[in-house]
């Protein structure tokens, strides 16, 4: 029995195919836009802050524009999970302050939520972090922050996976909708 336990733990040779240099250049062009958009768009509504360029976006520009076909980076999962994560991170700072405490209950409650509304989306995880763990600029924002920033730049980043990949003749973007 522990034999057989430890050796799940082996693994399987990696089996990988050489990189495509166009479909990197696409990811590359959706990534960019993307963050330049957000990033601008950030500069224009909230010019003395930068909180509209979390740090989970840059996980979501990986799974929107580098592996768009996945499950997780449909819209349903990107725009959801993020949205979802972010009400409860901000309920979990509410409830706990800004603790070790809250940061744990915020990620593993927004797992549970993600599960559990077919949203999953792995930067979800870290968009409730940040609800904990954030500024004071950002705590400011309370409820407001799963409108803005979260929804309005998943929104934008959406809407140049949409574009940019369907560019591409071998890209389709999205699998589905909801």
Known sequence: MVRTYLNKMKGAPAERTPPCWRDALWSWIG???GMAGVGWLSELTLPS?????????GATSVLLY???ESPLAQ??????GNVLSALVGVLSWQWLGDTWLAAAVAVSTAILVMQLTHTLHPPGGATALIAVIGSNDLHSLSWSYALMPVA????????VAILVNNLARHRRYPQHWW
């Open 31 to 33: 990534a960019f836009l």
């Open 49 to 57: 802050h930068s909180l509209l360029m979390i740090g989970s976006f």
């Open 66 to 68: 580098a592996a768009p």
């Open 75 to 80: 819209p349903r999962n990107v725009l959801g």
């Open 152 to 159: 309005t730049a998943c929104v934008l980043m959406l809407s």
